[in-house]
């Protein structure tokens, strides 16, 4: 994929860039490396500090870097206000509690005592340039949720962002530039996949960071497991919507819709797969459907518009294969399930779609649908809800409704997922820890656990 700007809401392509040759790429290795070693020293004081600057100027710049991004992955534009403002949240939080979630921690005196030593302390310590590759869904926010514990932790970043969203990934450098943050603290590398290796190879990297497809996670995590370097991985999902009798029917209806359609149906956390218990599953599948086919689908730079286009015309055509093949194979489409043909859209639409009838042979059982794709599942009890729940590779996060407390222990014990979210919509925040299980990859981001995931955790041992 060239590094470019192409709008997906007409398939123009607007701005095109060279990808940086071997010897910037040098040059920016050995500004990170020389920059760590002093940046490592910085009080937090002082990382906070500008680190609420750049919050302060992400705030300032909201409506401008909102056009950018939906201009460059075709999100909402009034979806891209709100990554923005997450991301100066976000920012603010770290600033605010990176002291204490990386205080020295002193064991029990008894363990003290019984090791022989006077004092105990362990303390976390950043490990150096941390590579982050990253996606375009949220273009600021999935890079955001990376830099601002890292570089609270005194960690240097390394972006390698999606070709898609070159200018987005400028901005961020830039933004932290801004900041105040001396140049190598933060810098974007506009490289295409082809070069990732090398860098990872290199032993000024001494981490890495990736969310995106299994591939490409396989890919990382074996070039660093042969380097013998940390990694976190976010990988995709599939994520269950589990209904069951006593829910409030239509609360659980409504969110739904949205559950599935936010940031155009291209989320990694977003619902997927609607599991309802036989009793409710006509009467949701009503409600459900009838909230899909009443979404807006237009313009993304409308305030009003709810589902814009597809990031790519090749991610368009992915989502027709699985549709197709499930539509064969003897799935019914209560609404869309066809490529939106509209002269006033030229861009890569794709309407908001039910698939009810799904079975295991369908290749949309066992895939990520990243678009306006909704699966639709019923269950005879708790027990076959659980199991079709986890027949899925991926264990991202997952959606519960029910009033029954002995149900909610139940999927709390047994579904396999990062996260369980009862009557509610999965989300993000930085104070709850954030990440999967099975192939949606391993490690956390946000919360104390993400900005411990790149120190070095050390033991220091005094003598009596």
Not at 236 to 262: F, H, I, K, N, W
Request: aromatic share 8%.
């Amino acid at each position: 994929m060239p590094i470019a700007t192409v709008n997906p809401a007409n398939g123009e392509t607007l701005k095109t860039y060279e990808a940086m040759g071997a010897e910037e790429i040098e040059r920016r290795l050995q500004l990170a490396e020389a920059t760590f070693r002093t940046y490592r020293t910085t009080t937090f004081d002082e990382r906070a500090r500008l680190l609420n600057r750049a919050a302060d100027l992400l705030d300032e710049d909201q409506r401008d870097i909102a056009r950018v991004m939906t201009t460059e992955m075709g999100k909402p534009v009034k979806q891209a206000r709100a990554e923005a403002a997450k991301c100066a949240k976000a920012m603010r939080w770290y600033a605010g509690h990176a002291e204490a979630l990386l205080a020295d921690e002193e064991p029990g005196d008894a363990d003290v005592r019984d090791s022989g030593a006077s004092r105990v302390r362990i303390r976390y310590r950043p490990l150096g340039p941390v590579l982050a590759v990253m996606p375009w869904n949220f273009p600021l926010w999935q890079v955001v949720r990376f830099a601002a514990p890292a570089l609270m932790a005194g960690n240097v970043g390394l972006l390698k962002h999606a070709s898609n969203v070159p200018q987005t990934a400028l901005y961020l450098e830039d933004l932290f530039h801004r900041a105040g943050f001396a140049e190598g603290t933060f810098q974007t590398l506009l490289i295409g996949s082809g070069a990732v290796e090398e860098i990872l190879r290199d032993e000024r990297v001494k981490a890495a960071t990736l969310t995106g497809s299994e591939p490409a996670g396989r890919a990382v995590a074996s070039v660093c497991g042969d380097m013998v370097k940390k990694t976190v991985l976010e990988l995709g999902g599939s994520d269950p919507y589990v209904v069951m009798p006593s829910a409030d029917l239509g609360r659980a209806a409504e969110v739904a819709v949205t559950a599935r359609v936010q940031n155009n149906g291209q989320s990694c956390i977003a619902a997927k797969r609607f599991i309802v218990h036989t009793d409710v599953y006509d009467a949701f599948a009503e409600r459900f459907t009838a909230g899909m086919k009443a979404l807006k689908v237009g313009d993304p730079m409308e305030e009003d518009t709810e589902v814009g286009p597809l990031s790519t015309e090749q991610g368009r055509s992915d989502l027709e294969e699985l549709v197709d093949d499930a539509t064969r194979s003897g799935a019914t489409a209560l609404c869309g399930g066809h490529r939106l043909r509209r002269p006033e859209l030229p861009g890569w639409y794709y309407p908001p779609t039910v698939l009810a009838g799904i079975t295991r042979e369908m290749r949309i059982h066992r895939e990520e649908a990243f678009g306006p794709v909704a699966t639709l599942y019923r269950a005879g009890d708790l027990d076959e809800a659980v199991l079709i729940a986890n027949d899925t590779p991926f264990g991202l996060s997952s959606n519960v409704w029910t009033r029954d407390e002995g149900e909610v222990d139940r999927f709390v014990r047994d579904l396999e997922a990062g996260s369980v979210y009862v009557n509610g919509m999965t989300a993000s925040h930085p104070a709850f820890p954030f990440g999967g299980a099975k192939r949606s990859g391993y490690g956390r981001e946000l919360s104390g656990h993400g900005i411990r995931e790149f120190c070095n955790i050390t033991t220091v041992w005094h003598g009596a």
